[in-house]
C-alpha cells in the first residue's frame, strides 16, 4: 500500500537550472536573455535580476532567472545534476531551442 501511496503522490520537480548569459535585448518593456546550459540556448526573461549582463550566470527557472550566481557554483550545481541524471530531464529537446553553441 505504502508503495502504491508514494506513486500516487509523488511529483516530478521543476528544478532552476544555472547558465550563462550570452546576450540580451528589450522586447516592448522587458529583458530577455540568450543563456547557455551546456549545449543547449534558450531566451530567458531576466527582470528578476537587472543587474545581469552578458557574461554572467544565472539560475533560470520556468524560463526566468530568478538569482545570480557565480561561474563555480553554476559549475557545481550543473555537474551534481548532471551527475543525478536531471539535466537531460529538464533540457530535453523542446522546440524552438537551439543545440550548440
Known sequence: MRA????????????????KIL?????????IGRVQFGG???KAYLDYV?????GDYVMV???????KVD???AART???MRIMGLLEEEL?????EERGA
Open 4 to 19: 502504491k501511496l508514494y506513486r500516487r503522490w509523488s511529483t516530478r520537480m521543476c528544478l532552476a537550472i544555472p547558465g
Open 23 to 31: 546576450d540580451t535585448e528589450e522586447i516592448a518593456g522587458i529583458r
Open 40 to 42: 543547449v540556448t534558450r
Open 50 to 54: 537587472p543587474d545581469a549582463a552578458p
Open 61 to 67: 527557472h520556468v524560463g526566468f532567472a530568478i538569482s
Open 71 to 73: 561561474q563555480d557554483e
Open 78 to 80: 550543473y555537474e551534481s
Open 92 to 96: 530535453g529537446d523542446q522546440p524552438g
